[in-house]
T-cell receptor
Framework: EADIYQTPRYLVIGTGKKITLECSQT?????MYWYQQDPGMELHLIHY???????EKGDLSSESTVSRIRTEHFPLTLESARPSHTSQYLC??????????FGPGTRLTVL | QKEVEQNSGPLSVPEGAIASLNCTYS??????FFWYRQYSGKSPELIMF????GDKEDGRFTAQLNKASQYVSLLIRDSQPSDSATYLC????????????FGAGTTVTVRA
């Protein structure tokens, strides 16, 4: 059973606000990922990390930023939210064999 | 050409039938292949992985891999209404083992 947590689960916020989406895992996985997924659409990788102090941009350009100060924690920040950021954000972590385990997701709505 | 392509669906099967899902990939160097199930409004859940050519069975699920043809499939035997979901094929990138490329998914509906 994957133990990966995301908060908040749902967030409705106004344009221009700064937000941080939290992701934590208790499995000791080195590798963590953020994906963006619109309803009924594909997953898009926006950020990933292979360990503490390691972060990389993914395949989809994103205005968000991430940090990895602790192995278990991989927060995603939007400095100034816009309606175009409305989406579901999924965090995942991975052990050495490659399979990724997903958190429950944060559904973000920017008004 | 997309890196991972799946039959677009939707796929509708009667309860008790076999659902067959197909996936092709473009990177001949890929070594790891995964199938995820995603219920509407939920996050993807890993159901199968396969690394070697041939078949791998887990309960009612069978994954099949043919690296020469760059093809991976998922069979769901004795389909149940609870199997109604979108199934995502994922393939590791040769240049980066820990990144996965996901297909767009095939939506399966099992009719009772």
């Amino acid at each position: 059973e994957a133990d990966i947590y995301q908060t908040p689960r749902y967030l409705v916020i106004g344009t221009g606000k700064k937000i941080t989406l939290e992701c934590s895992q208790t499995m000791g996985h080195d590798k963590m990922y953020w994906y963006q997924q619109d309803p009924g659409m594909e997953l898009h990788l926006i950020h990933y990390s292979y360990g503490v102090n390691s972060t990389e941009k993914g395949d989809l350009s994103s205005e968000s930023t991430v940090s990895r100060i602790r192995t278990e924690h991989f927060p995603l920040t939007l400095e100034s939210a816009r309606p175009s950021h409305t989406s579901q954000y999924l965090c995942a972590s991975s052990k050495g064999t490659g399979e990724q385990f997903f958190g429950p997701g944060t559904r973000l709505t920017v008004l | 050409q997309k890196e991972v392509e799946q039959n677009s669906g939707p796929l509708s099967v009667p309860e008790g039938a076999i659902a067959s899902l197909n996936c092709t990939y473009s990177d001949r160097g890929s070594q790891s292949f995964f199938w995820y199930r995603q219920y509407s409004g939920k996050s993807p859940e890993l159901i199968m992985f396969i690394y070697s050519n041939g078949d791998k069975e887990d309960g009612r699920f069978t994954a099949q891999l043919n690296k020469a043809s760059q093809y991976v499939s998922l069979l769901i035997r004795d389909s149940q209404p609870s199997d109604s979901a979108t199934y995502l094929c994922a393939v590791n990138e040769r240049s980066n083992d820990y990144k996965l490329s996901f297909g767009a998914g095939t939506t399966v509906t099992v009719r009772a």
